[in-house]
């Protein structure tokens, strides 16, 4: 069974950072591309960052260039994305999910996890 678990959503003022995790099941950690998506409210899931497998090639949707930062672990089957200067734009639920090759897409993600929350407020 293919399992994501996200985690450190929460709030934070704008400026602040926030560094999300996502655990995976070791069955598929080590060959699979991780990516983060985020879905605010009324709008479409909308691609942040996307990893490969083995961690050499990362791409980052252009919104948050420069200030988020894809990672993966693999001693912890966990990839991150840590998040700088958050806007109140980057308020949304933030998904993780996994596919064998790293995409932009998200309707090609066979595997999600349920989502945290980032609110970044004053």
């Known amino acids: 069974q293919v399992r994501l678990v996200e985690s450190g959503g929460g709030l934070v003022l704008p400026g602040g950072s926030l560094r999300l995790s996502c655990a995976a099941s070791?069955?598929?950690?080590?060959?699979?591309?991780m990516g983060w998506f985020r879905q605010a409210p009324g709008k479409e899931r909308e691609f942040v960052a996307a990893?490969?497998?083995?961690?050499?090639?990362?791409n980052y949707a252009d919104s948050v260039k420069g200030r988020f930062a894809i990672s993966r672990r693999s001693a912890e089957s966990t990839v991150y994305l840590q998040m700088n200067s958050l806007k109140p734009e980057d308020t949304a639920v933030y998904f993780c999910?996994?596919?064998?090759?790293?995409?932009?897409?998200?309707?090609?993600?066979?595997?999600w996890g349920q989502g945290t929350q980032v609110t970044v407020s004053s």
């Open positions: 999910a996994a596919r064998p090759v790293a995409s932009a897409n998200a309707g090609t993600y066979p595997y």
């Open positions: 070791e069955r598929i950690f080590d060959s699979y591309a």
């Open positions: 990893i490969s497998w083995d961690g050499v090639n990362t």
